[in-house]
């Protein structure tokens, strides 16, 4: 059974930081591609960050970009998020997701076959 596993979220103030990691059980993280969402009251799920595993290239939604990173560890089997420079506008619950490798688009939850519960992150002004 595939599980994937997201912690790290909490509160935080404007300009802190956060991290999130997500850990994967049953699934071998080198062997898709990996992605970040969030998701505001009454908002669409949107894209937050992805990385293809295969020579580990990264995409950015705009709105995080040089703020977020994306990384990865193999050996753990996860998947993590640096969150940086944090808005209140970044207050959502964060999912991790993994994708089929030949995925050309990473951008969609559409590609994402497998998803986790979520975590809440709250930043205060």
């Known amino acids: 059974q595939v599980q994937l596993v997201e912690s790290g979220g909490g509160l935080a103030q404007a300009g802190g930081s956060l991290r999130l990691s997500c850990a994967a059980s049953?699934?071998?993280?080198?062997?898709?591609?990996m992605g970040w969402f969030r998701q505001a009251p009454g908002k669409e799920r949107e894209f937050v960050a992805a990385?293809?595993?295969?020579?580990?290239?990264?995409y950015y939604a705009d709105s995080v970009k040089g703020r977020f990173t994306i990384s990865r560890d193999n050996a753990e089997n996860a998947v993590y998020l640096q969150m940086n420079s944090l808005k209140p506008e970044d207050t959502a619950v964060y999912y991790c997701?993994?994708?089929?490798?030949?995925?050309?688009?990473?951008?969609?939850?559409?590609?994402?076959?497998?998803w986790g519960q979520g975590t809440q992150v709250t930043v205060s002004s």
């Open positions: 049953g699934l071998t993280l080198s062997s898709h591609a």
């Open positions: 990385m293809r595993w295969s020579g580990g290239r990264t």
């Open positions: 997701a993994a994708a089929r490798p030949t995925s050309l688009v990473l951008t969609t939850t559409s590609v994402y076959d497998y």
